[in-house]
């Protein structure tokens, strides 16, 4: 399993763009990058997943470099309601379990 | 909402006994995973099943056991509990593998005591 490094915690101002950065350096072929969100008490929810290059949808982008060693969360001009822990996960799509690790608690501050 | 169900939301038992948790996926999600998070230890996988058949277990106790239905809904049972079973424990579902998106449940909040 593709190990991931995250920081423990952000602190960001509403209206910021925020950056989470995951690395995964052993990373296999297969795999892909998956962010989720989760709030208190709330199960996680799916935000993004990507393979390589960008990838961009209607609450996030997701930055992957050419080595797919690493990979960056971005988050528009973030809100209150963005407070959450955010996730990253490498896996493919065979039968490797969704491990999720310690993820990044995002505060956002008024 | 997320599609998944599961019952019952909150459970208080006293230490030794056993409960069934039990989840509903999303309508034609073959896939089953569950996980427990508590307070200090995060979200922790349990165990994944894909159409009736287990395919992958985590750090699932001994004392804990899940299985899935023909109907694809899965119960998961936890027996002898301690104190330090207490956590939310939740299910999620996905169309195909782990890699395919999971739409996680509401959890069900079990407390030991």
């Known amino acids: 399993l593709a190990k991931t490094t995250q920081p423990i915690s952000m602190d960001s101002y509403e209206g910021q763009e925020v950056n989470i950065t995951c690395s995964h350096n052993?990373?296999?072929?297969?795999?892909?990058i998956t962010w989720y969100q989760q709030f208190p008490s709330q199960g996680p929810r799916f935000i993004i997943q990507g393979y390589k290059t960008k990838v961009t949808n209607e609450v996030a982008s997701l930055f992957i470099p050419a080595d797919r060693k690493s990979s960056t969360l971005s988050l528009p001009r973030v809100s209150l309601s963005d407070t959450a822990v955010y996730y990253c996960l490498v896996g493919d799509y065979g039968n490797t379990p969704l491990v999720f690790g310690k993820g990044t608690r995002l505060s956002v501050i008024a | 909402d997320s599609g998944v169900t599961q019952t019952p939301k909150h459970l208080i038992t006293a230490t030794g006994q056993r409960v069934t948790l039990r989840c509903s996926p999303r309508?034609?999600?073959?896939?089953v995973y569950w996980y427990q998070q508590s307070l200090d230890q995060g979200l922790q996988f349990l165990i994944h099943y894909y159409n009736g058949e287990e395919r992958a277990k985590g750090n699932i106790l001994e004392r804990f056991s899940a299985q899935q239905f023909p109907d694809l809904h899965s119960e998961l049972n936890l027996s002898s509990l301690e104190l330090g079973d207490s956590a939310l424990y939740f299910c999620?579902?996905?169309?195909?593998?782990?890699?395919?998106?999971?739409?996680f449940g509401q959890g069900t909040r079990l407390t030991v005591v």
């Open positions: 052993n990373i296999a072929t297969n795999d892909y």
């Open positions: 309508s034609g999600d073959l896939s």
């Open positions: 999620a579902s996905s169309v195909g593998g782990p890699g395919t998106e999971a739409f």
